[in-house]
């Protein structure tokens, strides 16, 4: 797990692999996941249920998943099809960490938009 400066100073985790060590947040954490189908399906979602394992493991942490199955680095880039900012704007204020997963559908698909 590597964290990455962002321009909001907000911590950014890049994930090598969708293997995530669990860490207890610290308490009032709001942790927001935006990106593909690794980040919408870890926590269960309206048209995926399941088990929040990120919440059980974070105590006292909120987590808000904006993840979205089958999307790339490019279509989350600025001025893609799919807006970060617009995520932020949904989470509502407090973010204090960023889950982002993508790459995988970028190897897979590598004529839309520079992956692979």
Known sequence: MKTIATKNALPLV???????AMTTAS???KILIIGDSNGEYSCGTED?????????QCKGSTVVNNGVSGSTAWQWRT???L?????????GAGVTHVW????????QTPSEGGGG
């Open 14 to 20: 890049a994930l090598a692999t969708s293997h995530v």
């Open 27 to 29: 308490a009032a954490s």
């Open 48 to 56: 995926y249920p399941g088990t929040n394992h990120l919440q059980s």
């Open 79 to 81: 001025g893609g099809d």
């Open 83 to 91: 807006s970060a900012a617009e995520a932020f704007e949904k989470a």
């Open 100 to 107: 982002l997963t993508v790459g995988g559908n970028d190897f």
